[in-house]
């Protein structure tokens, strides 16, 4: 019997009237939060990979007399590549770690339109959304919607591009080392200059399925949580190399070819599950390390490694390994 828990969580107290489930009820939200407002700016920040189409649908009720796409402030996919190449590098896997800051990705001049178009607005609500939309404002309602590393790998590997790409089918690993060493890393440093002015939290790792809770249950939750043991959620891949083993040990799906790894506290790359009454949110692990480094690492360790997690732990299973040739169908 397997005593492996696969969906480790932290029971947040005190907020469970904070959450809410499904488009309905989180517009239904927004809806009441606006309601005496003539005029309303909501703002949906984007972590890259978060699905575009999904939130204007899941949003369109709102009804906004104007839309503006954050991103369309930034340079073009061409462009962005230029910029990042030295990052990049021709390597397939090794990049170089950038230094720069989302916005500088971003045209002030198209900022500053941009905010124009919202102040000549007189009347209705009008919704701007995308990665980066906090750089242009911070509006009447601020919602930051969320996204794990592992759940936007799972995406690149069905096709997603890069942000502002068009890399549908370039190979898995280019993709990774795009995500790696720059846009995680610009978005990391946007995002932890916003955690204190979200209103609401998106939880978007399952496609159609949003969860938000509000801003001050969200931070709640991030002090609770450096307050306690907790283990991240983790997560299992397969590898040329891989075994058998954590099939068993782990409870993994016993149909699929092997399991390589098992990446159980890699806070940069888990998630985090925090309980909320009857609604479970994913968040990345990693915010827990920004926005309580002190607790968590402690004064010596953080004044080291900074925010920067200096632990990593997986399990690597190479026991009864199969060729693909001759691996059980």
């Not at 996919?77 to 190449?85: I, N």
């Not at 090794?94 to 500088?104: A, E, H, S």
């Not at 599950?273 to 010596?300: A, C, M, T």
């Amino acid at each position: 019997m397997c005593n492996y828990d696969k969906y480790p969580e932290i029971k947040v107290s005190g907020f469970d009237n904070e959450v809410f489930e499904g488009y309905d009820n989180i517009v239904g939200k927004i809806k009441n939060e606006i309601f005496l407002k003539e005029k309303a700016v909501v703002v949906i920040d984007f972590y890259p990979g978060v699905y575009e189409n999904e939130i204007l649908k899941g949003f369109s009720s709102l009804n906004p007399v104007l839309t503006i796409k954050a991103d369309d402030c930034a340079y073009d996919g061409d462009r962005l590549t230029e910029m990042m190449k030295d990052n990049l590098t021709d390597d397939r896997v090794f990049g170089v770690l950038t230094t720069k800051k989302l916005q500088d990705y971003f045209i002030d001049e198209k900022i500053d339109e941009a905010r124009d178009r919202i102040s000549n607005i007189k009347n209705g609500v009008i919704l701007v959304y995308g990665v980066g939309a906090g750089i242009i404002t911070l509006g009447d309602v601020f919602i930051y919607a969320d996204l794990a590393r592992w759940e936007i790998q799972q995406r690149y590997r069905k096709g997603m591009p890069n942000w502002k790409q068009h890399n549908y089918n370039e190979d898995i690993q280019r993709k990774y080392k795009r995500g790696f060493f720059i846009e995680w890393r610009i978005a990391d440093k946007h995002k932890k200059t916003l955690y204190e002015k979200m209103d609401y939290l998106l939880d978007t790792n399952i496609e159609n399925d949003p969860k938000m809770i509000s801003g001050t249950a969200f931070r709640e939750g991030l002090n609770q949580a450096s307050q306690r043991p907790f283990r991240v959620v983790p997560y299992f891949d397969p590898g040329v190399w891989g075994g058998q083993w954590m099939k068993e040990v782990c409870d993994l799906d016993r149909s699929k070819q092997n399991f390589a790894w098992c990446f159980d506290c890699v806070p940069e790359e888990n998630s985090l599950y925090l309980r909320y009454g009857n609604v479970r949110i994913e968040i990345p692990s990693i915010n827990l390390v920004f926005y309580k480094p002190v607790e968590l690492l402690g004064d010596k360790v953080h004044a080291r490694f900074g925010t920067e997690f200096p632990i990593r732990f997986d399990f690597l299973d190479t026991m009864v390994t199969y060729s693909l040739s001759s691996a059980p169908k």
